[in-house]
């Protein structure tokens, strides 16, 4: 039987951060989880566009409980702003999907210097787990979910040395070594959290081919470069939509079967139903997983802290 937000268990009493919620898998994410009963505390950049997605989630979900996060997941000081705040504004939380990022770019570099692919999609969910993980560690069911890309499996681990990519940069070299990132911080994270005995899990998910407004910005972002084109055309014939391709990641987040270090994706790679997937390249993970801790804590100056102190 297919897995669909029915099967989602209440949400009542639960708060759930989710960050790029203003668009896409995001807002379809954020909309799911207001529609079960969660607070929704939705850390996005664009304040104007948030603002509209709030009124569209009211439209479906009238008592939706909302509040909006300013996060600009490429400014570490934005970041730790955000994680400032929702700590002020709940006493725990149950429930963090680091699903905003940024796809194939040109080559760019955040306000702090680093590669634009890697410092949004991994190096700014980095800083804001390791700032929001001591509100999680008590709770127990709560869990971190990292949304990774089929992409994944074009990316090289990072390179201690030159974890920017001076000098070797791709969009799609960046891209997959930002999404192999996603899967390693995942799967690194749940080891370290079993080793300390906390109730906390993490899992990884990836929407498969899914149709929503992160190809476009791809094309814009890449000055129409003509593989983000194609990829943006193929994912407008072929791909699923956000409702669907959000499903992997809020199945990751609520089923009450799954659990740490599990991997949820559509069922025939990049369509169909969302299914828990094997873990694939094992061979160097923990090596792999060692290198992208070190340079995490190196670039960022954070380190994870998985005991509570």
Wanted: proline share 4%; net charge neutral; charged share 15%.
């Amino acid at each position: 039987m297919s897995w669909t937000t029915d099967a989602m268990p209440d949400q009542q009493g639960r708060t759930a951060v989710v960050t790029g919620a203003n668009g896409g898998l995001g807002l379809v994410t954020a909309t799911a989880l207001a529609a079960k009963g969660a607070h929704v505390l939705m850390a996005v950049r664009n304040q104007e566009k948030a603002a509209a997605a709030v009124e569209q989630i009211r439209a479906t979900v009238p008592n939706a409980a909302l509040t909006l996060i300013p996060l600009d997941l490429s400014s570490q000081e934005s970041v730790k702003q955000a994680a400032d705040q929702i700590r002020s504004s709940v006493d725990a939380l149950d429930l963090l999907i680091n699903n905003a990022g940024v796809m194939a770019i040109s080559e760019a570099r955040t306000v702090d210097g680093f590669e634009m692919q890697f410092g949004v999609d991994h190096l700014g969910h980095w800083t804001l787990t390791a700032l929001l993980l001591p509100a999680m560690l008590s709770q127990p069911g709560s869990r971190v979910v990292t949304v990774t890309s089929t992409a994944h499996h074009l990316g090289r681990p990072v390179d201690e040395s030159n974890p920017h990519l001076d000098g070797r940069y791709g969009a799609w070299r960046a891209y997959g070594q930002a999404k192999l990132a996603n899967f390693h911080f995942g799967l690194g994270l749940d080891q370290q959290l079993k080793r300390a005995g906390a109730r906390t899990a993490s899992l990884i998910a990836h929407p498969g081919l899914s149709d929503t407004d992160l190809q476009s910005v791809s094309v814009a972002g890449s000055d129409g470069g003509i593989t983000q084109r194609m990829a943006h055309g193929l994912t407008r014939l072929t791909g699923m939509s956000a409702e669907n391709g959000a499903l992997p990641q809020l199945r990751a987040a609520t089923d009450l079967t799954a659990k740490g270090g599990e991997f949820y994706g559509p069922l025939f790679v990049n369509n169909g139903q969302p299914v828990r997937k094997p873990i694939l390249r094992r061979y160097g993970m923990d090596r792999a997983i060692a290198k992208l801790w070190a340079v995490s804590e190196r670039e960022t100056g954070v380190a994870i802290k998985t005991n509570g102190n």
